[in-house]
């Protein structure tokens, strides 16, 4: 009986795959998913599937206009050259009528939010309305209710010194038993003191891990030089945000005409404002505000009812305190634009 080699022996068959055979190479690499899509080797035994998903004729060298949710999807998983490319693609679907001018305004929002520091959005120490430790809980309930405000720093012996933040809703136990001994300092919660040049996207985060809604805000001296809350921060990404205490008939003038005859202006009025308005040139070099451009015509702090000609203008003061005037009549003397 002749002898059979092992080398004569057919190899036995491979198993047959379902479907059809393994794709080719080349109709692997005429397989064009959408953009950003990546496969690997280990995806090779569903190549028959693929094969079913190319039944499309291959392309004939020419690529393909891509659209703008393309180009879109293109940068966004990862290939986006720099912020500027990102931005022309959303001004060019907003000037196809994909996305509206709102939503174009909050994405760049969004977007540049990490550009802007604290001192960019916040409220000025001399615009904060604060409680004194000290104060009763009566004048507490009635400067809340002029100021229209629900959180407050609240300050030992001089401005500089927060100890905390007071909440309205933490002085409803108090108003609601009045037998109930209560003190400032007894309801105050801690806050955080954070330095101007903070960038707002790691303020958000800030507020959103801690789960707060103000912040004071401290100079490089360690002094108190405003507060910052998440409305602020907000307001960059969304826009003006104005709840039931914003004037909804002049929500953003500093300067209103009076019936009396004059214009009340706000003392935190910037000059450049004052001087457009009234077609004038006072100078802004040594201040920014119609306030400090009245203080330092009186040389003082003036008190409320005092009166001065200053820049061509009557000037009244209507409303001030100890530490700042808030507002003034002013009427433009002759020759003076109003």
């Avoid at 008939?249 to 009396?260: G, K, T, V």
Wanted: some cysteine; overall charge negative; charged content about 25%.
């Amino acid at each position: 009986m002749p002898t059979v080699s092992r080398a004569a022996v057919a190899a036995p068959s491979p198993p047959r795959t379902c479907g059809k055979h393994l794709i080719s190479q080349n109709k692997l690499s005429a397989f064009r998913p959408y953009p950003g899509f990546r496969y690997t080797e280990r995806l090779a035994p569903w190549g028959d599937v693929r094969d079913v998903m190319n039944d499309e004729p291959p392309s004939s060298g020419v690529p393909a206009p891509r659209g703008w949710l393309d180009r879109l999807g293109h940068m966004i998983s990862g290939d986006a050259r720099n912020r500027v490319e990102l931005l022309e693609e959303l001004h060019t679907a907003h000037a196809n009528g994909l996305i509206s001018a709102d939503t174009l305004a909050m994405v760049e929002g969004a977007i540049n939010v990490s550009d802007q520091q604290v001192s960019d959005v916040m409220v000025p120490s001399s615009q904060m309305v604060t409680v004194p430790v000290n104060a009763d809980i009566r004048q507490v309930l009635q400067l809340m209710i002029e100021s229209g405000h629900s959180r407050f720093p609240v300050t030992g012996e001089h401005r500089d010194e927060v100890l905390g933040i007071l909440l309205a809703k933490d002085l409803l136990p108090c108003l609601a038993d009045q037998e109930m001994p209560c003190s400032i300092a007894e309801l105050i919660r801690p806050v955080s003191l954070i330095p101007e040049s903070k960038p707002l996207n790691l303020l958000l985060k800030e507020f959103r891990t801690r789960r707060s809604h103000m912040a004071v805000v401290i100079d490089e001296y360690g002094g108190v030089s405003g507060l910052v809350t998440i409305e602020d921060v907000l307001e960059v990404i969304v826009g003006e945000i104005d709840d039931e205490h914003d004037d909804e008939a002049n929500p953003d003038q500093h300067i209103r005409a009076e019936a009396s005859g004059g214009y009340s202006v706000d003392a935190i009025t910037p000059i450049g404002e004052f001087n457009q308005r009234f077609s004038c040139r006072v100078s802004d070099e040594e201040f920014d505000t119609v306030g400090g451009m009245v203080t330092s015509a009186f040389g003082h702090v003036p008190s409320t009812g005092e009166e001065i000609e200053s820049e061509g203008f009557h000037i009244l003061v209507t409303q001030a305190d100890a530490r700042r005037v808030q507002q003034v009549l002013v009427r433009p003397l002759s020759g003076n634009a109003a």
